[in-house]
């Protein structure tokens, strides 16, 4: 019997080959471990910038130096805890309008909240 031999054209060789890389490329995303980004790791210098304020007791002045609150959004703050009597949990944020899960999330680590009896 006679081998026959395999006569590849130079596009088939390329195909077979970046066929090959997407293969290994695949491969390697797949076992390599995911990278995690906690909120103090990502912006560290405003973490040290702000103290912790106390929902309860902040003033306009005080919630504005909250990361992505604004004179609008410190009013809001203050009228919601107006109206309701003030914070129980600072998670009561996200009922506010302009306050979503990606504004709290980088809240939560500045934000407190007291009641009354609490020193």
């Known amino acids: 019997m006679e081998k026959s031999k395999l006569k590849l054209s130079p596009a088939e060789w390329a195909a077979i080959g970046l ?5 290994i490329a695949a491969a390697v995303l797949s076992v390599r471990p995911k990278a995690e980004v906690t909120l ?4 560290p210098a405003a973490t040290a910038a702000v103290e912790i304020i106390d929902l309860n007791t902040a ?3 005080a919630l504005q130096t909250l990361p992505g609150i604004g004179p609008e959004l410190a ?11 003030g914070f129980t949990d600072p998670a009561e944020l996200l009922n506010i309008d ?6 709290y ?3 939560i680590s500045h934000i ?3 009641s009354e009896e609490e020193p």
């Open 98 to 103: 302009g306050i979503g899960d990606k504004t």
């Open 105 to 107: 999330a980088e809240l």
């Open 40 to 43: 103090a790791a990502a912006k």
């Open 19 to 23: 066929t090959a890389l997407f293969l």
């Open 75 to 85: 009013s809001r703050i203050i009228a919601y805890r107006t109206e309701h009597g």
């Open 112 to 114: 407190t909240v007291q």
């Open 59 to 61: 003033d306009a002045e």
